[in-house]
């Protein structure tokens, strides 16, 4: 079992920033791919990116590139994900998810654990 705790959510105005974190207390962080999600009221539970073990690779969905940055620590068993330039439709209940697979995926079916899930509330 991996337990995955996320923090760094809040209230934030259109335009503004924030940056979520994602640790793994006492792993082995750096054999997992790791992801963020996010899911609206209503909606079902979407990619937002990921990043390879090593971190130096990532990919985005079409929503948020440009705006948001995943980046990882292992030395820190952390992940991040800096979001910029907010927009009302970002907010969401943002969860971090690891798969033991080197291949990407952008399916929540793809992996193995999840965190809590942080709220993010862009106002406008």
């Known amino acids: 079992q991996v337990q995955l705790v996320e923090s760094g959510g809040g209230l934030v105005q259109a335009g503004g920033s924030l940056t979520l974190s994602c640790a793994a207390p006492?792993?082995?962080?750096?054999?997992?791919?790791m992801a963020w999600f996010r899911q609206a009221p209503e909606k079902e539970r979407e990619f937002v990116a990921v990043i390879s073990r090593s971190g130096g690779t990532t990919f985005y969905a079409d929503s948020v590139k440009g705006r948001f940055t995943i980046s990882r620590d292992n030395a820190r068993n952390t992940v991040y994900l800096q979001m910029n330039s907010l927009k009302p439709e970002d907010t969401a209940v943002y969860y971090c998810?690891?798969?033991?697979?080197?291949?990407?995926?952008?399916?929540?079916?793809?992996?193995?654990?999840w965190g809590q899930g942080t709220q993010v509330t862009v106002s406008s």
């Open positions: 006492g792993r082995t962080f750096s054999i997992y791919t």
């Open positions: 998810a690891c798969r033991f697979s080197v291949v990407f995926g952008t399916r929540a079916d793809e992996y193995n654990y």
